[in-house]
Nanobody
Framework: QVELVESGGGLVQPGGSLRLSCAAS????????MGWFRQAPGKEREFVAA????????YYADSVKGRFSISRDSAKNTLYLQMNSLKREDTAVYYC????????????????WGQGTQVTVSS
């Protein structure tokens, strides 16, 4: 079982920034594509960002493009999501996910999921 643990969530004012981290307990971290998803109360889980196993390719949802940045550190087995210019509509539980193979924005294609971390954007 691959364990994924998110951290870095919290309360931030509109226009502020947060960096989320996802620690992966997997020896072959470099063979997994990774993604970030989020879910607001009463809504479906939605795609946020993804990165290829080799970190050469990234993909973002239109709603966060230009504000969020996904990255990974192979030496630390850690995935990151830098969130800038945060808006109230970014409020949600954020989840990291992993899959073997190519990068994907589709929830059902990811095999492993973290427990989620709460991000609240409010004044």
């Amino acid at each position: 079982q691959v364990e994924l643990v998110e951290s870095g969530g919290g309360l931030v004012q509109p226009g502020g920034s947060l960096r989320l981290s996802c620690a992966a307990s997997v020896r072959t971290f470099g063979t997994y594509a990774m993604g970030w998803f989020r879910q607001a109360p009463g809504k479906e889980r939605e795609f946020v960002a993804a990165i290829s196993s080799g970190a050469s390719t990234t993909y973002y949802a239109d709603s966060v493009k230009g504000r969020f940045s996904i990255s990974r550190d192979s030496a630390k087995n850690t995935l990151y999501l830098q969130m800038n210019s945060l808006k109230r509509e970014d409020t949600a539980v954020y989840y990291c996910a992993a899959r073997k193979g190519g990068m994907s924005s589709l929830t059902y294609q990811y095999e492993y999921w973290g427990q989620g971390t709460q991000v609240t954007v409010s004044s």
